[in-house]
C-alpha cells in the first residue's frame, strides 16, 4: 500500500525496462519511481503478465529483472488457471501491481472473465500502486489506440475507465499513434486525455493527472483535447526528469 493512503497509478509509454545486453531486463527509473510512490524500503510486488498470455520466458525475465531491486516479488497468471488460490487476497496484500505491455484487448476479456477488473479497482482505492507498460498503462483508461486486433492500429473504447481519459502510448515511437488519437479525440469517439512519449510515464493521483516523468531529456507527454468539431488540439506537458540508468 501506498503510505501516503492515496490512490495512484502509473501509466507508462514505455521503457518500463530497458534491455541490458544479455538477452536481459534491466528496470528504468520509471519503475524506481513507482517503488517510491508506495513508501515502502522493500515493497510487495506483484507483475500481471496477462497480455502476454502469461509466457513462462517472459515472467522468468520479469522476474530477474526485479531481482536487482529490494523487493518481495511474485506474479499474477490467468493461464491456464490462476496461479493462486485468492486472487483478491494476493492482490490486496502488494504495494505495486505492476501490469506488462502486449494485447489489452485480451487482457480485458480475461480480467472480466475473472473479475479481476472489480479486485484491480479495490486494490487503487485501497492504496495499492497500480503501474504498467502499454497496455499496461491503456487499460487504466477510458480508451485509447492498440494494435491488439493486428498491426493497423484501431481505437479502443471499453478500458477500466479508473481514469476518465483516453490514453497515448508509444507516442514517439509508432507514426500511426498520434494521427489516430487526435483524430478519435476530436470525432468523440475518445475523450480528451494525455499521452506519453518512449520513456515517460503518466502519474495520476485519484483521477488528477499531476505530473509526468522520464529518464529521457528530449522526450515529451500531451495533454490531447477536443478544440471545435471533428478537430483535437495538443499540448506538450514538460515531464519531471529522473536520475538516469
Not at 510515464?201 to 483521477?207: D, Q, S
Request: with cysteine.
Amino acid at each position: 500500500m501506498s503510505t501516503d493512503g492515496q490512490p495512484h497509478i502509473l501509466a507508462i509509454g514505455g521503457g518500463s525496462f530497458v534491455p541490458d545486453g544479455r538477452d536481459g531486463l534491466t528496470p528504468s527509473p520509471l519503475i524506481r519511481y513507482a517503488f517510491d510512490l508506495t513508501g515502502q524500503d522493500r515493497p510487495r510486488v506483484c507483475f500481471v503478465t496477462t497480455a502476454v498470455g502469461d509466457g513462462a520466458e517472459y515472467v522468468a525475465r520479469l522476474y530477474a529483472g526485479f531481482s536487482s531491486l529490494d523487493a518481495e516479488v511474485s506474479h499474477l497468471a490467468l493461464f491456464p488457471m490462476p496461479n493462486v488460490p485468492d486472487v483478491r487476497a494476493h492482490l490486496l496484500n502488494q504495494d505495486l501491481v505492476h501490469v506488462s505491455g502486449g494485447s489489452v484487448a485480451n487482457l480485458l476479456a480475461l480480467w472480466r472473465l475473472h473479475g479481476l477488473d472489480e479486485i484491480m479497482r479495490e486494490a487503487w482505492q485501497e492504496g495499492v500502486v497500480l503501474s504498467g507498460q502499454s497496455a499496461g498503462a491503456l487499460c487504466w483508461h477510458a480508451g485509447g489506440t492498440t494494435d491488439s486486433f493486428g498491426p493497423e492500429l484501431r481505437p479502443l473504447t471499453d478500458g477500466l475507465a479508473f481514469l476518465p481519459y483516453s490514453c497515448g502510448v508509444h507516442y514517439d515511437s509508432d507514426p500511426q499513434r498520434r494521427p489516430l488519437l487526435q483524430q478519435l479525440v476530436g470525432e468523440g469517439t475518445l475523450p480528451g486525455g494525455y499521452a506519453a512519449d518512449e520513456g515517460v510515464a503518466l502519474h495520476y493521483v485519484g483521477t488528477e493527472f499531476v505530473q509526468a516523468v522520464s529518464y529521457r531529456k528530449d522526450a515529451g507527454a500531451y495533454r490531447v483535447e477536443p478544440d471545435g468539431p471533428g478537430t483535437a488540439k495538443e499540448s506538450r506537458l514538460e515531464p519531471r526528469l529522473l536520475a538516469s540508468l
